[in-house]
């Protein structure tokens, strides 16, 4: 055998193993029901319900948090996919700019909007592409654009509205016994039309589906 062909076949041997090393990386965290992972076309309808903190900083409103409770309707898998389709009350009712979710200021130094003001939310740009991805030992749910723009939400306090939008993603805590738990960490910041900025905090649980 050449030298040439020892060389070639080396190579080949290294892309078939980095591979192998690809396929076994994508294959360590995907989305499972029932302790297996998800085969439909399409994935299984999923509900995540939780408690997520709107924080914002500078721009015309100043700084304040604002709490919202309530649920997201979509899919999960199969493998690392997922989706956002519908926010809604936890009443199960669907969050729309004519019936919105009502939040409340649970912290603030804004003259605009104080502590205890009730705020209405809507999400924009739905449904959500997200998907679960592998960095370093965690895994993360990244919210990512879908076409029509930016993931975001629209607030609305004493009639004055302010839109923040931009990627977003949440990190996998663990598998509870009623689904897996997932937290906002406020690490990404959104852009918002008053000037300032957005970051999410806060935690919710996709029932009955756990990340392997």
Same mark, same amino acid.
């Given at each position: 055998?050449?030298?040439?062909?020892?060389?070639?076949?080396?190579?080949?041997?290294?892309?078939?193993?980095?591979?192998?090393?690809?396929?076994?990386?994508?294959?360590?965290?995907?989305?499972?029901?029932?302790?297996?992972?998800?085969?439909?076309?399409?994935?299984?309808?999923?509900? @995540? =319900?939780?408690?997520?903190? &709107?924080?914002?900083?500078?721009?015309?409103?100043? /700084?304040?948090? %604002?709490? +919202?409770? *309530? $649920?997201?309707?979509?899919?999960?898998?199969?493998?690392?996919?997922?989706?956002?389709?519908?926010?809604?009350?936890?009443?199960?009712?669907?969050?729309?700019?004519?019936?919105?979710?009502?939040?409340?200021?649970?912290?603030?130094?804004?003259?605009?909007?104080?502590?205890?003001?009730?705020?209405?939310?809507?999400?924009?740009?739905?449904?959500?592409?997200?998907?679960?991805?592998?960095?370093?030992?965690?895994?993360?749910?990244?919210? @990512? =654009?879908?076409?029509?723009? &930016?993931?975001?939400?629209?607030?609305?306090?004493? /009639?004055?509205? %302010?839109? +923040?939008? *931009? $990627?977003?993603?949440?990190?996998?805590?663990?598998?509870?016994?009623?689904?897996?738990?997932?937290?906002?960490?406020?690490?990404?910041?959104?852009?918002?039309?008053?000037?300032?900025?957005?970051?999410?905090?806060?935690?919710?649980?996709?029932?009955?589906?756990?990340?392997?």
């Amino acid at each position: 055998m050449t030298k040439y062909k020892v060389i070639i076949l080396a190579l080949f041997a290294v892309f078939a193993f980095s591979a192998v090393a690809a396929s076994n990386a994508l294959a360590a965290h995907q989305w499972l029901k029932g302790g297996a992972p998800i085969t439909k076309v399409g994935g299984e309808p999923s509900t @995540t =319900e939780g408690k997520i903190l &709107l924080h914002h900083i500078g721009g015309l409103a100043g /700084e304040l948090t %604002i709490e +919202c409770n *309530g $649920k997201f309707d979509g899919t999960v898998g199969p493998g690392v996919a997922d989706e956002i389709t519908k926010a809604l009350t936890l009443a199960g009712v669907e969050v729309t700019k004519t019936k919105p979710l009502s939040c409340t200021v649970v912290a603030s130094k804004s003259s605009v909007c104080t502590t205890g003001t009730l705020v209405n939310v809507v999400p924009v740009d739905l449904p959500w592409k997200t998907e679960l991805v592998l960095e370093g030992t965690s895994v993360f749910d990244n919210i @990512t =654009e879908n076409g029509k723009g &930016l993931p975001g939400y629209e607030t609305i306090c004493h /009639e004055i509205p %302010i839109t +923040c939008t *931009g $990627k977003d993603r949440s990190k996998f805590i663990k598998n509870e016994t009623t689904g897996a738990l997932l937290e906002f960490l406020g690490e990404l910041k959104a852009k918002c039309t008053d000037g300032g900025e957005g970051t999410i905090l806060g935690s919710g649980i996709a029932i009955g589906f756990t990340v392997d």
